[in-house]
C-alpha cells in the first residue's frame, strides 16, 4: 500500500511547500510485501520514493531506522540524508519525525551556531517552506499551539508574507472550529481529533492489514474516492462520531467510533497492527468515553466483540464492560454485547439493546429471551 495523500483543496494550497513527498496513489496502489518482503535500508530508498514501492509492512521499520540515525549519539547525518529523511517521513505520514527533522533543518538554515559549524558548506534552503512543512506536521498532531509558534517565529522576521499569513489563519480557524477543548481530547501520549479529509493517508497506512477491516465490520476500501465518499456518508449520520487517535511519537495509529442514541452509546475502535497489546485501545476508548459524558449527555454505552477476539475481550474487562448474555441471531451468533453503565435489570438491558439495534438500522437481532411484563 502507497500513502495515499489526499488532501482539501483548500489545505493543499497552503501547504504546496510539502507537495513534493506527498504522492497521490490508490490506497490498494502497492501491496505490503512490494520488495518480496526483504530488509530495506532507509538509505537505500530514494529509488523506492520515486516509484511508490515502500509497503506498508516496512513502514514501521524504517520509523524505527530514522529514528536511531537522527538519535544523539548517533552520527550526525549530511545535509542531504536529512532532506531524504524529510522525503521519506513525509511519504510514510510520519509527521511527528517529520516536524523534527524540519526542525534539524530550520537550525541549519538560520546558522545555529553549534549547528552551522557542523553544517558549514551546507546547501541554504526555504525557510519559509521549512516553516510552513513543520506547522502543518504539528496542526496534524493537534499540536495547534506549537503550530502556530513556529509561523509566529518566522513572520517576526517577514511580518508581511502572504503564504506565511495564510497558513497562519488557516491554522487558527482550525483550532477554533475544534468542537471541544484539546485538554478533554488529550490522555498522553494519547490525543484524539476529529477524524477529516486529511487523515486519508494515515488511514490508509494502518487499515492495509485486512483484518482490521474483518472484526469492525468496515468497508473494504479501493479507492481515495470511495474512503471519503464513506467519511461523508458518516458524518450525515445523527450522532455518529469518529476519531483518529493519535500518538505524540508515532502520530496516526488507529480510530475510535461513536454513536449515540438518546443518551445511549454505541461503539468500536481498531488500531494498527503495528500499535495493538500496548494498551493505547483502552486508553483512547477510555478518553472517548469521557468525552462523550461532557459533549454528548450519554448515560450508558455498549459494545460487541466476536468470540474469538480475546484481546478486545480483555479490553472491555479493562475499560469495566460487563458481558451480557443475550445471543444474537445467526449468521452473527459469534459475536458478544458488553454494557457500561448504570445498574439495570436484565430485562431492561435487553429492551434498550433492541432499541438500540434498531436506532441504528442494525442487521443483528438478539434472539427472544424475554417477553414484555404483564401488566
Not at 43 to 63: H, K, P, S, V
Not at 75 to 91: H, T
Not at 255 to 261: A, G, I, P, Q, T
Request: with cysteine.
Amino acid at each position: 500500500m502507497a500513502t495515499a495523500s489526499l488532501v482539501p483543496a483548500s489545505e493543499r494550497n497552503q501547504v504546496s511547500s510539502a507537495s513534493a513527498y506527498q504522492q497521490t496513489a490508490e490506497l490498494n496502489a502497492v501491496s505490503a510485501m512490494s520488495t518480496g518482503g526483504r530488509a530495506v535500508n532507509w538509505l537505500q530508498t530514494a529509488d523506492m520514493l520515486a516509484q511508490n514501492q515502500i509497503g506498508a509492512g516496512q513502514r514501521l521499520e524504517l520509523m524505527l531506522q530514522m529514528r536511531q540515525a537522527l538519535a544523539p549519539e548517533s552520527p550526525v547525518l549530511s545535509q542531504a540524508q536529512l532532506l531524504l529523511a524529510s522525503d521519506l517521513a513525509g511519504y510514510l505520514s510520519d509527521w511527528p519525525l517529520l516536524a523534527s527533522i524540519c526542525g534539524k533543518l530550520l537550525e541549519i538554515n538560520r546558522g545555529d551556531s553549534k549547528t552551522a559549524e557542523t553544517y558549514s558548506g551546507a546547501e541554504g534552503l526555504n525557510t519559509n517552506e521549512l516553516c510552513i512543512k513543520q506547522s502543518y506536521c504539528l496542526e496534524q498532531m493537534g499540536l495547534y499551539s506549537e503550530a502556530l509558534a513556529v509561523l509566529e517565529n518566522q513572520l517576526l522576521a517577514r511580518p508581511f508574507d502572504p503564504e506565511l499569513i495564510t497558513n497562519y489563519e488557516y491554522c487558527k480557524s482550525q483550532w477554533q472550529q475544534l468542537p471541544f477543548a484539546l485538554t478533554d481530547l488529550q490522555d498522553d501520549p494519547l490525543m484524539l481529533l476529529p477524524l477529516t479529509e486529511q487523515h486519508l493517508e494515515n488511514f490508509s497506512w494502518q487499515y492495509a492489514d485486512s483484518r482490521i477491516r474483518k472484526l469492525c465490520n468496515l468497508p473494504k476500501f479501493t479507492s481515495n474516492e470511495q474512503w471519503l465518499q464513506w467519511l461523508d456518508s458518516c458524518r450525515q449520520e445523527r450522532g455518529l462520531y469518529l476519531f483518529a487517535v493519535m500518538h505524540i511519537e508515532w502520530g496516526f495509529i488507529g480510530s475510535v467510533s461513536l454513536e449515540v442514541y438518546q443518551g445511549v452509546g454505541f461503539f468500536y475502535y481498531w488500531l494498527g497492527a503495528d500499535f495493538q497489546g500496548q494498551g493505547y485501545g483502552p486508553k483512547a476508548v477510555a478518553r472517548l468515553l469521557t468525552l462523550a459524558q461532557r459533549y454528548f449527555a450519554q448515560d450508558c454505552c455498549y459494545a460487541k466483540v466476536y468470540h474469538h477476539n480475546v484481546p478486545s475481550q480483555k479490553a472491555m474487562a479493562k475499560l469495566g464492560f460487563t458481558p451480557l448474555d443475550f445471543k444474537i441471531k445467526p449468521p452473527f451468533a459469534n459475536e458478544i454485547f458488553y454494557y457500561l453503565g448504570p445498574e439495570k435489570s436484565q430485562w431492561d438491558l435487553y429492551r434498550e439493546l433492541n432499541w438500540l439495534l434498531q436506532a441504528q438500522d442494525s442487521e443483528l437481532e438478539l434472539e427472544e429471551k424475554y417477553f414484555a411484563p404483564c401488566k
